[in-house]
C-alpha cells in the first residue's frame, strides 16, 4: 500500500485557501500537535481544526486527490501515538466538534459530537438522572470520539463494558470522503454487517467519527466501597474470584501490587498500614496487596453487598479494611488507586506503560511471573489496573534514559506472557504506533490478512492514519 506523507507547498496553499482560519501552518498549532500522552514527538504538516462533518469530508477528498496523508485527532490523551502524523500529514482535530446535540430522556440515548469531553457527558447526563457508564482515568480530558476510535475502558468495566458497548450507531467519514451512518438508534439492530462495531476501536484508520448516538443507563442511587489489605496477590485475587462467584457483580474492583502499595501506603489510614509488614512509604520487599471494590445500587443494596465483600474479604484473610461507604471517604479510597500513575512516573526517568490483559484467574499467576522479567533485564515494575477485568497496568521503569533498551526489551517479554497466559497486549490503551511491531505476535496472519484487507478495501489510498496498527515495514 502506498505511504502517504505530507501535501506539497502548493497543496498546503490549496487547502488554506479551502478551509481559510480553520487551517493552521504556524509553529504553535503544530507543536501543540505534535505529541500525546505516549511520549512520542511527529509533528505535522498543518492542522485542520475542523467546525463540521462537511469539512472532514472534503479534506478527506483532498487528501485523496493529492495523496496526503490525515491523522485523526481528539484531546491527544492516547498512550500510544495514534493521533500523531508520523509521516507529516495534515492532523484533523476534532475537539471543536464538541456539541452535546441531545439527551433523550424518553429513549434514554445521548446524541453527541466527537469532541465532547468524556466527563461533560457524564455530568450532562447525570443532571437528567442518567448515566454514561465508561469511566477512563482519563475522562476529565478525554473526547468521547477518542475514547470510541480506541474502545476506551475503566474500572466500571468489570460491571458496564466498554465504550462499544454504549454506542448505538454513528455518523462517519470514510476515508474516501463518503459519509456513512451506521447502527440505529435502538437498544436491538441486527440488520446488515455492525459496522459500528467495527469503526469503534480502529484507531481512527477506518473512518473519522462525525457523531455518535449512545446508550445511556438509569444513574444508580447510590456508590460505596471498601479498600482491604492481603498478605499476598494470591489471596487478593481469590477474595475477588468470591465476591463474583458468591453473587455480586461490584461496579468496580482494582488492585494494587506489593510495590505500587508502598508507593501509596502513606495515603492510608493507620490502622490499615499497620497491616503492612515493613515501614508504609519506604520501598521495601513485603508481599502485600490491596483491592478496591465498589458497588452501587441503592443505599440499602450498596450497604449489604459492601457488608458481605467486608465478610468475604475477612474470610480470605484480609490483613486490613478500610470501609467507604460515603462520598467523602469514597473519594480518599479512590485517591489511593488514582496516586498510583503518578508516583510512578515521577519516580523514574523511563517509564513505559504496558496495558496488557489476562484472563482473571491468571492475574495471579502472571504477576508471580514478572520478578523473573525484573532480574533478567534490570528494571523495575509495578502492577496495578483492574482485578475484575484482568486489564493489568504494568509500568516498567529505570532510572537512566540509557536503560530506555532494556525497558523495551523487558515490555516485549510481558506482552509475549501475557499471551502466553491467554491474554492480549492491550486491555484499553490499542496499538498505535508504539505497539505495531508487536501486532503479529497477536493476530495470525489470516487474521492479519483480513485486517489489511478491510482497511484497502476502505482506505485504498491509505491516506486515513497510514502507518498505525499493522507493522510498519509491511504497511
Ligand atoms: C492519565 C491518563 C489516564 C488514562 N486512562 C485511561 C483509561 O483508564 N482507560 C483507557 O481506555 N484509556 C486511558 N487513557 C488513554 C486515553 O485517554 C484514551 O485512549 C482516550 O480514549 C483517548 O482519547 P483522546 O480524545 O485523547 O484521543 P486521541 O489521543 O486524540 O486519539 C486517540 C486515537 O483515536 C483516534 N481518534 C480520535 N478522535 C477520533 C475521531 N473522532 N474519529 C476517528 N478517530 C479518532 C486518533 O486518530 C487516535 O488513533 C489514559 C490516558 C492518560 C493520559
Known amino acids: 500500500m502506498p505511504y502517504p506523507g505530507a501535501p506539497s507547498p502548493e497543496i ?13 501552518t504556524g509553529a504553535e498549532a503544530l507543536s501543540g500537535r505534535s505529541r500525546d500522552e505516549s511520549g512520542v514527538c511527529l509533528a505535522p504538516a498543518a492542522v485542520l481544526l475542523a467546525r463540521d462533518e462537511a469539512q472532514v469530508a472534503r479534506l478527506l477528498l483532498l487528501a485523496n486527490a493529492h495523496g496526503f496523508a490525515v491523522v485523526p485527532r481528539g484531546a491527544g490523551t492516547g498512550l500510544a501515538g495514534g ?55 482519563s475522562l476529565g480530558t478525554s473526547t468521547i470520539g477518542g475514547n470510541a476510535a480506541t474502545n476506551a475502558g475503566g474500572p466500571a468495566c468489570v460491571k458496564y463494558g466498554t465504550t462499544r458497548d454504549y454506542v448505538l450507531g454513528l455518523s462517519a467519514v470514510l476515508p474516501t470522503g463518503e459519509i456513512i451512518q451506521t447502527g440505529t438508534a435502538t437498544r436491538k439492530g441486527v440488520v446488515g454487517y455492525d ?49 463474583m462467584t458468591r453473587g455480586h457483580l461490584p461496579s468496580a474492583m482494582e488492585f ?15 490502622h490499615v498500614r499497620a497491616g503492612l ?73 523511563v517509564y513505559i ?14 504477576v508471580a511471573a514478572l520478578p523473573a522479567v525484573e532480574a533478567r533485564h534490570g528494571i523495575t515494575l509495578y ?58 505476535l497477536e493476530i495470525a496472519p489470516v487474521s492479519l490478512r483480513v485486517q489489511r484487507g478491510i482497511k484497502a478495501l476502505l482506505d485504498p489510498n491509505n491516506i486515513l492514519n497510514p502507518g498505525k496498527l499493522f507493522p510498519k515495514e509491511t504497511a
Open 12 to 24: 498546503l496553499t490549496l487547502l488554506t485557501r479551502e478551509f481559510g482560519a480553520d487551517l493552521f
Open 195 to 243: 459496522l459500528t462495531r467495527l469503526l469503534v476501536g480502529s484507531e481512527g484508520t477506518l473512518g473519522v467519527i462525525t457523531r455518535l448516538t449512545l446508550k445511556l443507563l438509569p444513574h444508580p442511587a447510590h456508590q460505596a466501597c471498601l479498600a482491604a489489605v492481603f498478605p499476598d496477590l494470591d489471596a487478593a485475587m481469590r477474595a475477588v474470584i468470591s465476591v
Open 277 to 349: 509488614s515493613d515501614a508504609p512509604g519506604a520501598p521495601g520487599e513485603g508481599s502485600e496487596a490491596l483491592v478496591l471494590i465498589e458497588c452501587d445500587g441503592t443505599l440499602e443494596e450498596t450497604a449489604r453487598a459492601c457488608a458481605d465483600i467486608e465478610a468475604i474479604c475477612r474470610e480470605i484473610g484480609a490483613l486490613g479494611i478500610l470501609p467507604a461507604p460515603d462520598e467523602a471517604s469514597r473519594e480518599r479510597v479512590w485517591k489511593v488507586r488514582r496516586s498510583v500513575s503518578t508516583r510512578i512516573h515521577d519516580s523514574c526517568a
Open 83 to 137: 493521533c500523531l502524523a508520523e509521516t507529516g500529514g495534515v492532523v484533523l482535530d476534532l475537539s471543536s466538534m464538541n456539541r452535546i446535540i441531545a439527551i433523550d430522556t424518553n429513549s434514554v440515548t445521548a446524541m453527541v459530537e466527537p469532541g465532547v469531553l468524556t466527563g461533560d457527558l457524564r455530568r450532562a447526563a447525570r443532571a437528567q438522572g442518567l448515566f454514561y457508564p465508561p469511566d477512563p482515568a
Open 353 to 366: 506503560p504496558e496495558d496488557i490483559a489476562v484472563p482473571i484467574g491468571k492475574i495471579a499467576d502472571m
Open 256 to 270: 494494587l501490587d506489593a510495590r505500587c502499595l508502598r508507593l501509596v501506603g502513606d495515603l492510608l489510614p493507620e
Open 383 to 440: 502492577a496495578f489496573g483492574h482485578a475484575g477485568d484482568g486489564n493489568i497496568h504494568l509500568n516498567l521503569t529505570a532510572p537512566e534514559e540509557g536503560d530506555r533498551p532494556r525497558v523495551e526489551a523487558a515490555a516485549e517479554e510481558c506482552v509475549r506472557l501475557a499471551l502466553a497466559f491467554g491474554g492480549t497486549m492491550s486491555g484499553e490503551h490499542g496499538v498505535g504506533l508504539t505497539k505495531r511491531h508487536l501486532l503479529p
